[in-house]
């Protein structure tokens, strides 16, 4: 069946919207048209009218700035939103890369719940035969998986960080640099994978850790980040003392060895936002370092505080990091691990301002949460933070009293349990867009030292 829609001769009012249909044998009107719904037209027209809003916008724009077009009537965000409910899940998701207007649908808290959403569950490798496992939300679709089939076999496959979709893991090579890193970033979903250049060797005595960066809503590129780390032989402590930044846009890595800092950072969760990664550190702060850019001959880097508790018991009640709708957030346990606090980063004033309190004594049903010597700083937490979703209204603890990882619902204020996982489980929702394409010159990269 062909559907032809007129370009800038499309009208539309709110009786069309509520009559596209949803059962087998209803009729609607294209234009002037009657046409009759079956089942398997379903699919096909939906994305037609989804592909086509686009085009006649565009046309739109073009007619009215030349005024040569009386017609002053556009698709409405909630008949988009109509139409785009109707999709398959991964249409829906690749529609969401169209223009920044789609995407805002995605993240309108009115909109965000009559469009379908992506599965997520926790990302986690099997520590007796190595293989990468998810474990579902409780409401999580079966289509998710992470199987790796279509991967070659590399030796000693490990999972190292997940952002957005795309996983990095490292792998063991042949290679005559035995002591540099080899990383592979690979996306189940498209069945994709593509391996990066090797890292400078490492000096003897250092270590690195490694970071995905990656978000679809400002690039289809994504960035790894590598910090090296050795322990300083004064102050006896692990200092960074250099990174190399990935760019899968040059296909490169990029080396900044003025780098030292006695900056103690925690890797997971982190945050890509407009261009820059946020990490939490130790000394209660968040460190912000540029991605690189090749109209800048430096990468900036700074740190700034984080809202909360910040005394020595906390060490055991660790906050992290989250995105939502492109602003970053922070959530912590207060002092007695009663209550968890939510604060969005308002970027006007650089200050945080609090947007959640969840009890988590009616979670738990109990009502002491940390333990501990209050003459002493040996305290320890009944349970601990891994990671949080504000557009699935859901965060993960671990409970160290089960030693099972569970989902809280920001909703109802319910736990479940979702198995005995992994502490460092990573977050994972699926991401059905392919690699943008690789030159072949660019498979060549060299690793460039920034001044």
Wanted: proline share 6%; charged share 20%; hydrophobic share 35%.
């Amino acid at each position: 069946m062909a559907i032809v829609v007129p370009s800038a001769h499309l009208r539309v009012g709110p009786s069309h919207g509520a009559n596209i249909p949803r059962r087998h044998g209803e009729a609607y009107v294209v234009g002037r048209r009657e046409v009759r719904w079956t089942e398997s037209d379903r699919g096909a027209a939906c994305c037609q009218f989804a592909s086509a809003y686009t085009a006649i916008n565009l046309s739109l724009k073009g007619e009215m700035n030349s005024k040569k077009s009386k017609c002053t009537c556009t698709l409405t965000d909630d008949l988009v939103v109509s139409i785009l409910s109707r999709l398959p899940l991964k249409s829906v998701c690749r529609f969401k890369c169209v223009c920044k207007s789609w995407a805002s649908l995605f993240s309108d808290q009115y909109y965000c719940t009559k469009l379908p959403r992506r599965p997520a569950g926790l990302l986690y490798q099997d520590s007796n035969n190595g293989s990468i496992q998810i474990a579902k939300l409780p409401s999580g679709n079966s289509e998710i998986g992470t199987s790796l089939s279509f991967m070659p076999h590399h030796e000693n496959l490990k999972l190292v960080d997940c952002s957005n979709g795309l996983i990095l893991f490292t792998h063991g090579t042949k290679s005559d640099s035995p002591d540099s890193s080899h990383f592979i970033v690979c996306n189940p979903a498209t069945q994709e994978w593509i391996a990066l250049p090797d890292t400078c060797p490492r000096v003897n005595g250092s270590d690195y850790i490694a970071m995905l960066a990656f978000n679809p809503s400002s690039s289809c590129h994504f960035f790894v980040f590598n910090f090296q780390k050795r322990r300083s032989p004064h102050s006896g402590v692990f200092v960074i003392t250099e990174v190399e930044i990935f760019s899968s846009e040059d296909f490169t890595w990029i080396a900044d060895d003025a780098f030292e800092t006695e900056i103690m950072m925690i890797p997971m969760p982190h945050v890509l936002l407009h261009g820059v990664l946020y990490l939490r550190t130790v000394e209660h702060s968040v460190f912000a370092i540029e991605t690189p850019h090749m109209y800048k001959p430096w990468i900036h880097r700074w740190t700034f505080e984080l809202p909360g508790d910040s005394c020595p018991m906390n060490n055991y009640i660790w906050g992290c990091l989250g995105e939502s709708s492109g602003i970053l957030h922070y959530m912590q346990p207060n002092y007695d691990g009663c209550w968890l606090n939510i604060w969005r980063l308002e970027s006007r004033h650089q200050q945080w301002s609090t947007t959640h309190s969840l009890s988590m004594i009616d979670a738990f049903g109990r009502g002491a949460l940390v333990h501990g010597n209050p003459f002493s700083v040996d305290w320890s937490a009944d349970y601990g933070m891994l990671s949080f979703d504000l557009e699935r209204e859901i965060v993960f603890l671990h409970d160290r009293v089960s030693s099972k990882v569970r989902s809280y619902s920001i909703r109802t204020g319910k736990l479940c349990e979702m198995g005995d996982l992994p502490r460092n489980s990573l977050y994972y929702v699926p991401y059905w867009r392919k690699f943008p394409v690789v030159e072949e010159d660019q498979y060549c990269g060299s690793l460039i030292s920034m001044p």
